[in-house]
C-alpha cells in the first residue's frame, strides 16, 4: 500500500517531462505469482530539454528485475530503482535510444484492483490513473503518448483468450501448453489507457460497419454460460457506434472493438483504447435478473466509455487537473445519447436529480472542489460527481450559449485541431470562443471556482403599466480554500407562463441580456424589465435546469401548482411540484420535532391522482412526479441542524396522506398498468413498470398490509416488478411473515447469483429504522458476501451509509462505527474503495449536535491510524477539516 507522504500536486506546477516515451514494446508471461514483464521503451529527448536530464519512471510497489539501456545492461551507479520510482542518470547521447525494463509482479496477491490483477481466474488491468506504473517502471502521465505493442504469453489451457489494445497481428503456439499472441495499437495513447486481459471466457461476436464503409468486428467476452447476458450491451453498443457518427460526425478508428465483464472491479467501466473492461454489473441483462434501471445504466455506461473513444484517448488530457476535459464533455454525450434514446424529459429530471443527490451535497460540504481542481493529494479522489456531473452541466450550459450550430462548430474545430493531442481546459474552450465569436472569459468560472451559485428572485407585477418585474441576485457561497468568489455567468432558461397555461408574448426586455427565452446574468444584481405583458403571468425559471443552481423563489403555492400542471416545459413542471412536496415536507418535519402532527394542503394531496391518470403524460413522466424527494433531498434542503428521524416520520406521514386521498384512481391506474405481453427493456414499457412500482408503494402504505406487494412479488414477470415488491415488503413490514417470505424466497431464487444477491443486500440494509445496523453486521458474515469485492461492498455498506438516512444516523453512533470499521478492513487491501465509502461522511456537520459529535468521534478513530493510505487519509482529514 501506497502510504501517504502529505505530498500535494498543483496545476501550477506543470511541465513537460524530459523525455518522450514514443513507442511502447511490452511482453507479459503471465502467471498469477510470478509475471514477467519486459517493457522495451523508444526515448526521444524532448527539445529543450538538458542534455544531462536524468530519466525519471514512476513505479508503485515494484522491483526492478534487469535494465538494459541502449541495449546494454546498465551498470552499477548508472540507476536508481526503489519501489516508487526509476532514475536512470546516465543515458546515451543520442536524442533517441532504447531502454529495457523487466519487473516481476503478483497479479494473485493484488487486491487493490489497480494495475494486473486476477477477478476469477482472468488476468485484466486497470491503470486509470496511476495504476500502470503497478506494472512497470514508466512516465505513468497522461501528456506521454506513446503506440503499443503488446506481446502476451500464457499457459493455453488457462488463458485461451489473449486480449490487449489495438487490432490483432499475430498469434501461435510455443510448446508445453504454452502459447502467446501480439496486439499492435497504431494510435499513440498514454499508458492509463493500457489494457490486457486474459482467460478462459465465452464471447458474443458482431459486426459494425462504419459511415465511411469500414467494418469493424466487435466481441463480448463474459463468463461462460452467460453469454445470451450481453445481447442487450451488444445492441447499445452499436446504437452508441451509429450515433456518435449522426450526432458528432465521429467514427470508429480500429478494425475490432472488444469489451470484457469482469466480476472485482473497482468502479463501473473503464475505455481502454480498442478494450473496454467492464464492471460486470454493467454488461449483464435479462429480465429475470435485471431491473429497468440496469438496462438503462447498461446502456448510458456502454455508451460512455465508447464516447471516450474520441473524448478522452484519440484527444487525452495534458495531466489530471483537465479530468473533467474528458469526463464532463463524455457525461453530457452520453446524456444527450440516453436523451435520444429514450424520453428527452424523463431523461433530463433523472439528471438532475442525480446532480442534486451527488453534486450538491459534495459543492456544499468540506470536499467542494472546483470542476476543473487546481490540487489534489490523490487523484482517485478526484473522480467525483463535480468533474463528471458538474462538469457535463457546464458543456450543457456551452450549448446553451451558443446554440446547436456554434456549438457543433465548436466541437468539431475541438476534434480536428486536437487530434492525437493531451489538452487543457484552456484548448477545449478556445474552441467554442473561434467557432461562435463569443468570449466565455466569464463563463469559464463554471471551471474554476467551486460551489453551487444561489439565485434570489422576487417578482412584481404592474397591470396598468403592464410590466412584470424580477429582482434577481446571485451570490457564490464560500468553499474550503476559496473564501472570495466572482461572479458567474449564469444563463437561466425562463418563460412568462400566462393566465391560460401558455407563454405570453412581450414588447421588451431590458436590465439583462434576455435572448432566446434565456436570462443571462452576470452581475450580482439584475433588475429584468418585462414590457407590454398583458396580464400577471408566473414566472417558470431555470427551465431544463439550464444552470446547475439554488434558486430561491418566493412563491404562492396556488402558482407553482398552476406550474405543475400547465407549464410547457415538463422538466419545470416536475420540478415546481418537487419544490411543493419539499416545502411541505420541512414543514411537517419541523412539527414533527415540535411534537405535533403534520398536516398538508388538500390541494397538494389532491394532485397526485390527476397526475396518476393523466394519459397525456408518459407513464415514466409521472412516475418520477410521483415519487416524494427522497430523506437525503429534504434533509439537503434543511441544510443544518437535521434530524433523519423527523424527516424520515415527515416523509412516511405525506406518503400516507397521499395515499389515503388517491387509493381509489391509484388502485385503478395501478391494474391497468399489468402487463400480459412479452417482456422488453424499451423506455415505454419500462415508463409503465415505473408508474406501477411507485403506486404499489402508497397502495401498500393505504392499505397497511402487505397483500398487494405480496401478490406482485408472487406473479412478478420481470426482476423490476420483483425488486420492488421485495422493496416494498422489507421497508413498509418489515419483520412482516411476508416480508420474511419474500427475503427467504428471493435468496433460495438467486443463491448462486452474485449480481442478484446485491439486490437482497440493498434490500435489506436500507430498511429505515434502528434496527438495520445490527442486520448489515449479520449480512456482512453471509457466505455470499465478501469484503475483497466491491460490489458486494457497495451494496451492503455503501447502501447502508449512503441510502438509509434514519439507520446510518442512529443516534448513538452505532451506523458511524460500523462504516468506520468496515473503511478500515478495506483499506487493508483496496484503498480506493475504502476512500469512496468514507465519502458518506461528508455532510456530518449539517447533523444536529449529537449525531454531529458521534460522526466526528467515527472519523477521527479512522485519522488516528498511523498507517493510512493516501486515499482515505486525504478524504478523512477534508472531512474533518
Ligand atoms: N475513466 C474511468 C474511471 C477511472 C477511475 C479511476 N479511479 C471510467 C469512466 O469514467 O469512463
Ligand atoms: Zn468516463
Not at 435520444?340 to 443527490?357: M, N
Not at 463528471?388 to 476534434?415: C, N, P
Not at 394542503?601 to 397525456?616: K, M, Q, R, T
Not at 434542503?637 to 388517491?662: F, K, S
Request: hydrophobic letters at 40%.
Amino acid at each position: 500500500m501506497r502510504t501517504d507522504t502529505g505530498q500535494v500536486f498543483r496545476l501550477e506546477d506543470y511541465r513537460p517531462s524530459d523525455y518522450a516515451i514514443v513507442e511502447t514494446d511490452l511482453t507479459f508471461r503471465l502467471d498469477p505469482e510470478r509475471t514477467r514483464v519486459t517493457a522495451t521503451l523508444t526515448v526521444e529527448r524532448r527539445e529543450g530539454a538538458a542534455k544531462d536530464a536524468p530519466l525519471v519512471l514512476d513505479g508503485d510497489g515494484l522491483a526492478l528485475d534487469e535494465l538494459l539501456v541502449g541495449g546494454k545492461p546498465a551498470v552499477k551507479g548508472s540507476h536508481e530503482a526503489t519501489p516508487d520510482s526509476l532514475t536512470i542518470r546516465r543515458l546515451p547521447k543520442a536524442d533517441r535510444f532504447e531502454i529495457t525494463i523487466v519487473t516481476i509482479i503478483a497479479p494473485a496477491a493484488n487486491k487493490a484492483l489497480m494495475g494486473l490483477y486476477l477477478s476469477n481466474g482472468v488476468y485484466c488491468t486497470q491503470c486509470e490513473a496511476e495504476g500502470f506504473r503497478r506494472i512497470t517502471y514508466y512516465l505513468d502521465r497522461p501528456d506521454v503518448l506513446s503506440t503499443y505493442r503488446v506481446r502476451i504469453e500464457a499457459k493455453e489451457k488457462e488463458a485461451p483468450l489473449l486480449l490487449s489494445n489495438g487490432n490483432p497481428v499475430e498469434n501461435g503456439r510455443l510448446g508445453d501448453g504454452w502459447h502467446y499472441a501480439v496486439w499492435h495499437d497504431p494510435f499513440p495513447k498514454p499508458s492509463y489507457l493500457f489494457a490486457l486481459v486474459a482467460g478462459d471466457l465465452g464471447g458474443i461476436h458482431d459486426a459494425f460497419v462504419t459511415a465511411s464503409g469500414r467494418k469493424v468486428k466487435l466481441g463480448i467476452y463474459v463468463e461462460h454460460g452467460k453469454e445470451p447476458l450481453a445481447a442487450y450491451a451488444m445492441d447499445a453498443l452499436k446504437r452508441s457506434m451509429r450515433w456518435d457518427e449522426e450526432r458528432f460526425g465521429r467514427e470508429y478508428d480500429l478494425d475490432v472493438f472488444n469489451i470484457v465483464a469482469v466480476s472485482d472491479f473497482n468502479m463501473g467501466a473503464m475505455e481502454n483504447k480498442g478494450l473496454n473492461v467492464f464492471n460486470d454489473k454493467y454488461v449483464l441483462a435479462d429480465p429475470e435478473t435485471a431491473t429497468d434501471m440496469d438496462y438503462a445504466n447498461i446502456e448510458a455506461i456502454i455508451a460512455h466509455e465508447y464516447f471516450h473513444n474520441w473524448t478522452g484517448n484519440r484527444i487525452t488530457c495534458r495531466d489530471w487537473f483537465q479530468l473533467c476535459l474528458k469526463e464532463g464533455l463524455t457525461v453530457y454525450r452520453d446524456h444527450e445519447f440516453s436523451a435520444d434514446q429514450r424520453s428527452r424529459a424523463v431523461k433530463r429530471i433523472a439528471e438532475v436529480r442525480t446532480l442534486k443527490a451527488h453534486q450538491f451535497p459534495e459543492d456544499q460540504g468540506p470536499l467542494a472542489h472546483p470542476v476543473r481542481p487546481r490540487r489534489y493529494r490523490e487523484i482517485n479522489n478526484f473522480y467525483t460527481a463535480t468533474v463528471y456531473e458538474k462538469g457535463s452541466e457546464v458543456v450543457r450550459m456551452i450549448h446553451t450559449l451558443l446554440g446547436a450550430k456554434d456549438f457543433r462548430a465548436g466541437m468539431d474545430l475541438y476534434f480536428e485541431r486536437h487530434d492525437g493531442q493531451a489538452v487543457t481546459i484552456e484548448d477545449f474552450l478556445a474552441c467554442f470562443e473561434e467557432a461562435s465569436g463569443k468570449d466565455l472569459s466569464q463563463f469559464a468560472l463554471w471551471y474554476h471556482q467551486a460551489g453551487t451559485p444561489n439565485v434570489t428572485v422576487s417578482t412584481s407585477y404592474d397591470a396598468r403599466a403592464k410590466e412584470y418585474t424580477l429582482e434577481i441576485e446571485q451570490s457564490v457561497p464560500p468553499t474550503p480554500s476559496e473564501s472570495r468568489k466572482r461572479l458567474m455567468h449564469i444563463p437561466l432558461a425562463f418563460g412568462l407562463v400566462g393566465p391560460n397555461g401558455q407563454d405570453m408574448e412581450y414588447d421588451s426586455a431590458e436590465g439583462a441580456a434576455v435572448e432566446n427565452g434565456v436570462i443571462h446574468l452576470r452581475k450580482r444584481r439584475h433588475t429584468v424589465l418585462f414590457k407590454g405583458v398583458s396580464a400577471r403571468p408566473v414566472i417558470s425559471l431555470n427551465r431544463g435546469f439550464s444552470a446547475p443552481i439554488t434558486l430561491a423563489l418566493e412563491m404562492r403555492p396556488k402558482d407553482r401548482l398552476f406550474l405543475a400542471r400547465h407549464d410547457s416545459d415538463l422538466f419545470s413542471r416536475w420540478q415546481a411540484l418537487n419544490t411543493l412536496f419539499t416545502e411541505a415536507l420541512i414543514e411537517a418535519s419541523t412539527r414533527i420535532r415540535g411534537g405535533k402532527t403534520p398536516n398538508f394542503e388538500a390541494a397538494l394531496l389532491g394532485y397526485p391522482a390527476e397526475i396518476a391518470a393523466d394519459e397525456n403524460l408518459e407513464a415514466a413522466y409521472r412516475a418520477l412526479a410521483l415519487t416524494l424527494p427522497a430523506e437525503a433531498d429534504i434533509a439537503r434542503e434543511i441544510g443544518n441542524n437535521i434530524d433523519p428521524d423527523a424527516i424520515g416520520a415527515a416523509r412516511e406521514a405525506l406518503r400516507e396522506a397521499i395515499a389515503g386521498e388517491a387509493q381509489a384512481v391509484f388502485a385503478k391506474v395501478y391494474d391497468a398498468l399489468q402487463d400480459d405481453g412479452p417482456f422488453s427493456p424499451d423506455a415505454a414499457s419500462a415508463g409503465r413498470r415505473a408508474l406501477r412500482n411507485v403506486l404499489l408503494e402508497y397502495l401498500s402504505a393505504a392499505a397497511q398490509d402487505p397483500a398487494l406487494a405480496a401478490r406482485q412479488f408472487e406473479e412478478a414477470k420481470s426482476m423490476t416488478e420483483r425488486a420492488a415488491a421485495l422493496n416494498v415488503l422489507a421497508h413498509q413490514f418489515p419483520g412482516s411473515g411476508a416480508a420474511e417470505k419474500a427475503l427467504a424466497a428471493f435468496e433460495q431464487r438467486y443463491h448462486d447469483n452474485p449480481l442478484v444477491l446485491d439486490k437482497w443486500f440493498i434490500v435489506q440494509a436500507t430498511i429505515p429504522g434502528d434496527r438495520t445496523v445490527d442486520l448489515v453486521r449479520r449480512l456482512m458474515a453471509h457466505p455470499a458476501f465478501s469484503i475483497t469485492n466491491p460490489n458486494r461492498v457497495r451494496s451492503l455498506v455503501g447502501g447502508f451509509a449512503s441510502s438509509n438516512q434514519t439507520g446510518f444516523h442512529r443516534a448513538d453512533g452505532e451506523g458511524y462505527r460500523l462504516l468506520a470499521e468496515t473503511i478500515l478492513r478495506v483499506e487493508a487491501h483496496n484503498p480506493q474503495v475504502a476512500a469512496r465509502l468514507a465519502i458518506a461522511f461528508r455532510s456530518w456537520r449539517s447533523l444536529e449536535k449529537n449525531r454531529q459529535e458521534q460522526a466526528r468521534a467515527a472519523l477521527s478513530e479512522i485519522a488516528r491510524q498511523p498507517e493510512l493510505s493516501r486515499d482515505l487519509r486525504d478524504i478523512v482529514e477534508r472531512t474533518l477539516a
